[in-house]
């Protein structure tokens, strides 16, 4: 029996309707949806790239305390303590690349911040957290 033709508009579809992206429990934020469909006989391929934001419940606190994961309490406690270190330093010291540095200090943006200019600036840690 041969089965019926999908496509990646299709993929997308199905995603959304069976909330695959309800899995990630506790995510607040952007995903991107990708479908793909390909067929063996053609060669051909199609893909479909759609992006989905992912609001807090209704009953979740607005200003609700972020968790941190285990890395990112790492660098807010060494960065506590090395305030005057570059990016560069600091992902050397931690052993991480600095693209994940970047990233993390990125998703902490509230809780820590350098202040001043690129050369010549530290960083502050929020005490509010």
């Not at 899995?23 to 067929?39: F, H, M, P, Q, S």
């Amino acid at each position: 029996m041969k089965r019926p033709k999908q496509s990646a508009v299709g993929a997308i579809k199905q995603i959304k309707e069976k909330q695959y992206f309800e899995a990630l429990k506790g995510y607040v934020g952007e995903i991107v949806l990708v479908g793909i469909d390909y067929d063996k006989r053609s060669k051909q391929h199609e893909c479909l790239i759609e992006r989905l934001t992912k609001n807090a419940p209704q009953n979740a606190p607005q200003n609700a305390p972020q968790k941190l994961t285990i890395r990112q309490q790492k660098i807010l406690d060494f960065v506590g303590k090395n305030a005057e270190m570059s990016k560069k330093q600091i992902a050397s010291a931690l052993n991480l690349s600095f693209d994940i540095l970047k990233r993390e200090l990125s998703a902490m943006s509230g809780i820590v911040k350098y202040v001043g200019p690129s050369k010549g600036g530290h960083w502050e840690v929020t005490t509010d957290r």
